[in-house]
């Protein structure tokens, strides 16, 4: 069973950057791709940014510039890096990973437990 740990969260002032790790308990070669969510307070769950096994890479717009996904194939590790953080960055930042379904088109997800961002005005 795939499992995914979040860590890196926290309290932090506004213009100020957190990074963001998720270490999967096996190879990450699996994955199709991987990415982060988050979910604030009263909001549906969004995609923040995703990245494919071939390094591709796309952002959500209220991230673009701000926010960079990689990936250390090494650690079997995702990482967020989140600059100039926003009050409205403010969330449960989840990661998620991906890995098709053999034989299939269909994609599995697995997610991690979530880790807590709050940005202070």
């Known amino acids: 069973q795939v499992q995914l740990v979040e860590s890196g969260g926290g309290l932090v002032q506004s213009g100020g950057s957190l990074r963001l790790s998720c270490a999967a308990s096996g190879s990450i070669f699996s994955f199709n791709d991987m990415g982060w969510y988050r979910q604030a307070p009263g909001k549906q769950r969004e995609l923040v940014a995703r990245?494919?096994?071939?390094?591709?890479?796309n952002y959500a717009d209220s991230v673009k510039g701000r926010f960079t996904i990689s990936r250390d194939n090494a650690k079997n590790t995702v990482y967020l890096q989140m600059n100039s953080l926003n009050p409205e960055d403010t969330a449960v930042y989840y990661c998620?990973?991906?890995?098709?379904?053999?034989?299939?088109?269909?994609?599995?997800?697995?997610w991690g437990q979530g880790t807590q961002v709050t940005v202070s005005s």
């Open positions: 990245i494919t096994d071939g390094g591709s890479t």
């Open positions: 998620n990973a991906r890995e098709r379904i053999q034989g299939t088109s269909l994609l599995r997800a697995y």
